[in-house]
C-alpha cells in the first residue's frame, strides 16, 4: 500500500507508446501514487544497463520495486533491463504472437517507426496543416474554402489549441471564427460562414470559467467582465441552436477529447500521427 | 498474404491510447496493408452491437476477418464488440493483473480518464505553455528569462511546429530563435541569446530539404535559393560547433523524435499530457 511507486517509461524510440499505454494503466490505480520517468532512444545493452542501474537505485531510494513499461523491440535490450529486478511489462509481447498468427507474417523488429517520420508527403500535410492553424488564427485572411472544418465560438473558448492539435495530429485543416459583439448581435450565423454550414462546429464554455481564463489575460478588463462573458456565451449558444450546429462545452473537456468529438461529429476520418 | 485488412481501433474515450499501441504494433507488420478506423466514444452495450455490425460489414467486404484493438474498460461493451467476429485485442488485460497484485490495490474501471482533463492548474499550464509558443513565435517580443528551452536555427528547419509540440504534450515553453543574415556573419552566439546558453538546442537541416521547403513557401525567391540555404546552414552550423550548443538535424526527424531528444539532452522531465 501507500508510499510511492516509481514507473520508467523506456523505449528505443521517442518513448510515446510506453508512456501513452502506462499512462492510461496508471490512471486505473487511484491509491497508489506514482513517480514517472520517461527514457527514450534505449538502443543498445550497454545503455540498457546504465537504465537498469538507474532503476535500480530508484527501489532502493523508494524503498519499493519499480515498475518498467518497456517498449524496446530488442530483446536483449529488455534482458538487460529486466536485470534491474523491476516488475517488467512489455508493450508489445502480449499482442505480437496473435497478430503474426492473424497475418501468417513474423513481425519486423523496426526500431523506432511508430512515432519516426512517415514519408515526405505525409510530413508536408502536417506540416501545412500546422501553418495552416497558425496562421488563420483568430479568423485573420482566411480563405475558409481550403478549411476541413472550422470552430466557432466566442474568444477564449478553447479553438486554437483544439485546431493545432486537430493539425499536429491528425493533418487536418482547421479554421477558426471567433465571434465578435457584433455576430452576437444576431441570431443568425455570420454571412462569411453560411456558405460553410456543413464544416461548423460550436465551442462553449461555462461563463464563470471563461470570465477567469479571461481574467488571467487581460485583467479587470470589460472583456473579462462576468456580465460580458455570461452575455456572449448565451448569445453563441442561441445561435448555435437556431442554427442547429453541432456543440461542444469546452468547461471539463481535455483537447484531446474535443478533438475526438469534432471528428467524430463531422464524420472526418483521419489517421493519426 | 496480400489483401488489405480493416483494423479498427475501438475506445469508450479518445480512442487515442488505443491507436497510439495499435499504430506502433502495425508498423510492425510490413508486408500487410491496412485500412484503419477509429471508433470513439463506445460506452454503451448498443453503441457496442452497432459498431459490432460494422466490423462485420468490413469483415465481408474486405473478405478477411478484421482486428479490432480495444482498450474500452467495460467487460459488456468488450463482448459485444467480440461478437463481431474479429480478433480482439484488449489493449489493457494483459497489464491489469500483474499491476493489480504489484500494487495490492484493484483496479478501477474509470472510463476515459487518460485523456480526460485532468486538473485546472496542470490543464492552464498547458494552454499557457501553447499560448507562449504561438506569442513567441519566430523571436518576437521574447522574454527568453520565461522560457523552459530556446530553439535556435535558420527559418524554416521546424522550430515552430516542434515548439507547439513540446507546449501541447509536455506543457513546456518553448521559445524559438530564427538565425538572421546578421546573426549568421558572425559565427558567435546573437548577445541577445548569450545569457541563456543552458537552455539552448540548435536545429539543422539538409539544404537541399531546406530548399524544397522555402520554396513552396516562396517559389523563386532568394530566400529559397539553393545557395542561401546552403550558406546559411553551413554558418549555422558552424556558430552551433563553435559555442558547443547541442545540435539535431530535423531532415529525417519527425516532430515527436525532435521534441523528445531536445527533452533528453536538455534534462527536462515532464509528463506528457
Redesign the interface.
Known sequence: ?AGT?PVFYVSD?????A???G???L??????RFV???I??VDSVERAQEVAAKIREAAVSYGV?P?VIN?C?DGDVGAALAESGA?M?D??????E??ER????L????I???????DFDT?HR??NA?NFA?TH?DGQSVDYNEADLILVAVSRAGK??TC??LA?HYGVRAANYPLTEEDLEHDRLPPRLRPYRNKLFGLTIDPVRLQQIRQERRPNSRYAQFETCKREVAAAEMMFRAERISTLSTT??????I???VL?TLGI?R???
Open positions: 500500500m511507486r524510440g521517442t518513448g510515446i507508446t508512456e501513452t499505454i499512462h492510461s494503466l490512471t486505473q490505480f487511484t491509491e497508489t514517472t520517468d520517461r527514450s532512444f520495486r515498475v517498449s523491440m516488475l511489462l508493450v508489445f509481447a502480449p499482442f505480437i496473435p497478430l492473424e497475418f501468417q507474417e513481425r519486423q523488429r523496426r523506432g517507426q511508430a512515432h519516426g517520420i512517415a510530413y502536417r506540416i500546422m497558425l488564427d486554437t489549441p493545432v492539435y499536429l471539463h473537456t481535455s483537447i484531446e477529447e478533438a475526438s468529438k467524430t476520418h489517421e493519426m500521427f
